[in-house]
């Protein structure tokens, strides 16, 4: 498996709180994404990036933003938690464009 | 721009029986396409992938995937289900140059019966 880790795996959150998620590779891919999988949708991308602090948004990124200060760390921020983000989030990083792309084990985030 | 369809929701086989999901796909590209397994509370898994060699490919655990230009299509298929094959599945297509994204189909739930 790509060495591709998400933290935290579980994390149940009040409405209006800030949160983070992480996506750490050990894998040196140039290319990182953060997706989010609902029921009926399949996986949506939200944010991603190209290189070091080289991002962008998805379809579906309000509420959204993310950082990437280092290769192998990716992370997105919830603003302000609502409960219309309770969802299960999945980083995936790819070496090129045209390559498969390598998914983490996805972070199951509530938010009450 | 690009997109996949994914044609059903849901597929339910016999075991023993062939497996057929049916995937179409719009691309300004010539695109690259992936079928990915998911298993419940798992991620996901390449099971195998097309990019503009064979257009009959071969992945893991017996299922194959023919790339049809003409028919815009890649659909999975595999001989005999296996009850471990009970699981989501999902088409993806990468338009490569111009386009960082992998779009995904909505998935097909597979359903295997003893």
């Known amino acids: 498996d790509a060495g591709i880790t998400q933290s935290p795996r579980h994390k149940v959150t009040e409405t209006g709180t800030p949160v983070t998620l992480r996506c750490h590779q050990t894998?040196?891919?140039?290319?990182m994404y953060w997706y989010r999988q609902d029921p009926g949708h399949g996986l949506r991308l939200i944010h991603y990036?190209?290189?070091?602090?080289?991002?962008d948004k998805g379809e579906v990124s309000d509420g959204y933003s993310v950082s990437r200060s280092k290769t192998e760390d990716f992370l997105l921020t919830l603003e302000s938690a609502t409960s219309s983000q309770t969802s299960v989030y999945f980083c995936?990083?790819?070496?090129?464009?045209?390559?498969?792309?390598?998914f983490g084990q996805g972070t199951r985030l509530t938010v009450v | 721009a690009q997109s996949v369809t994914q044609l059903d929701s849901h597929v339910s086989v016999s075991e023993g029986t062939p497996v057929l999901l049916r995937c179409n796909y719009s691309?300004?590209?010539?695109?690259?396409l992936f079928w990915y397994v998911q298993h419940p509370n798992k991620g996901l898994q390449l099971l195998l992938k097309?990019?503009?060699?064979?257009?009959l490919v071969k992945g893991i655990n017996g299922f194959e995937a023919e790339f049809k230009k003409s028919e815009t299509s890649f659909h999975l298929t595999k001989p005999s289900a296996h009850m471990s094959d009970a699981a989501e599945y999902f088409c993806?297509?990468?338009?490569?140059?111009?386009?960082?994204?992998?779009?995904f189909g909505k998935g097909t739930k597979l359903s295997v019966i003893p």
């Open positions: 995936a990083t790819q070496t090129g464009l045209t390559t498969e792309a390598f």
């Open positions: 894998e040196n891919h140039r290319y």
């Open positions: 990036s190209y290189g070091v602090k080289d991002t």
């Open positions: 691309s300004s590209y010539s695109p690259s």
């Open positions: 097309y990019t503009s060699a064979a257009t």
């Open positions: 993806v297509v990468s338009a490569g140059a111009g386009s960082y994204q992998l779009t």
